[in-house]
């Protein structure tokens, strides 16, 4: 196990979630003073995302090509540029460049999302779950640093409000792209000592299990994204509750995110993959049930956690069954279509969480995640005795 990897990623995706708290706590808020149409106030949000979509695929064949350690540092060099760009957008009072940054933004974010397999291959096969889990840990330190900077760094310079924060955070993505320097070539780096392959990958897409997997993933974050979106937007752009309280909101829903890697990679060796995304499916479907309820700060307090909390069961159990479906030599052409059809979905999802709040409201933008979510679980019951999960459990006992 490369411990030095893991400890490097963890940092890192705690500035990571730093910057994408901040940027999901101020996108809508910020679009909406820079737009006269509230219904697209979530844009800046859905082109990051949409970004992050197009990006996946030539993110993972270039890491493929340089390795992860510099592709990491390459996008976060991308992402300090696109926060200073919308630093100066808000300046100037320009949305059409606050769209140029969020695009910005959204390409080093399809590189933040693979941390997860730089850690799975840092470690044996057995350590899978539990090392993609504590890569996660990471955000829990960006749950109080995000809230925070999003809160008081807008006040650090004259002139456009909130232009401070997004000069921190271009500070802290020049860090990160020094600490990615420093990680050590993954184990699977040394392509002459893999097989090759000869499957397809119309014959990996073709398996049950990674049909599930990629369910489950995209479910969970488009889910998650469509949520989250439009929590900032209901509760200070609609109900009128403060930035802070708003901020406040999504630092719970980051730490539900987030806290449950603490024992969820440990869960899923004990339950299994099947029964941990099934849980997560339940607690995504407890948060509509809990929206429904009512518009209090503590209704969206309780909501986005167990938004958080499932999310987090289903997006570590996708993850780690995706890895059972391809071989070292396959893993990038396997994880570039995951990749992008999980975040081609969160780009839909972000980009329809400002156009159903304007038009539906709060209300029935919660019974949208239900049917989804149903699907989920019946697809887990079909797969559970799949043949690739038991090769799995015997590997991880061997």
């Keep these: 196990m490369q411990r030095r990897n893991l400890i490097i990623l963890i940092l890192c995706q705690l500035i990571s979630a730093t910057g994408s708290i901040v940027f999901v706590t101020l996108g809508g808020i910020i679009g909406a003073t820079l737009t006269t149409n509230l219904a697209w106030a979530t844009l800046p949000i859905s082109i990051a995302v949409l970004a992050t979509a197009a990006t996946t695929v030539p993110a993972t064949l270039l890491m493929r090509t340089i390795g992860r350690s510099k592709g990491f540092a390459m996008a976060s060099v991308s992402a ?144 998650m994204t469509l949520v989250m979106t439009a929590t900032p937007l209901s509760m200070h752009i609609n109900d009128g509750y403060s930035v802070e309280a708003t901020a406040n909101v999504i630092r719970g829903h980051v730490l539900g995110m987030y806290v449950p890697s603490l024992v969820s990679g440990l869960l899923i060796e004990r339950l299994g993959v099947v029964r941990m995304m099934f849980i997560g499916a339940l607690g995504l479907l407890a948060t509509s049930i809990v929206g429904l309820q009512g518009q209090t700060v503590m209704h969206y307090w309780w909501a986005l956690i167990l938004l958080g909390v499932g999310w987090n069961f289903l997006y570590v159990g996708g993850t780690t069954m995706l890895t059972y479906t391809y071989s070292m030599a396959e893993r990038f052409r396997a994880q570039a279509v995951n ?11 972000s980009l329809l969480a400002g156009t159903v709040m304007f038009y539906f409201g709060w209300y ?35």
Aim: positive net charge; contains cysteine; charged residues 15%.
């Design 80 to 223: 300090a540029v696109a926060v200073a760009t919308a630093a100066w957008a808000l300046t100037v009072s320009n949305f059409l460049l606050f769209l140029l940054a969020a695009a910005m933004f959204g390409i080093n974010m399809a590189f933040t999302r693979q941390y997860r397999y730089a850690a799975a291959e840092s470690v044996e096969a057995k350590y899978v779950p539990r090392a993609i889990s504590f890569v996660l840990v990471g955000a829990i330190g960006g749950a109080f640093v995000g809230p925070e900077l999003a809160k008081h760094g807008g006040d650090w310079f004259g002139g456009a409000q909130y232009s401070g924060t997004m000069l921190g955070l271009a500070a802290l993505y020049v860090i990160q792209a020094i600490l990615f320097l420093l990680l050590r070539p993954m184990s699977t780096e040394h392509e002459s000592q893999i097989i090759k392959s000869e499957r397809s990958v119309q014959d990996i897409i073709r398996q049950p299990l990674f049909l599930v997997a990629v369910l489950g993933g995209t479910a969970g974050y488009g889910l």
């Design 339 to 349: 990749e992008f059809l999980v975040f081609g979905t969160s780009a839909t999802a």
């Design 364 to 398: 029935r933008l919660m019974w949208i995640p239900i049917p989804i979510l149903l699907i989920v679980c019946v697809a887990l019951i079909v797969v559970r005795k799949d043949e690739l999960l038991h090769r799995s459990r015997l590997a991880a006992t061997a």
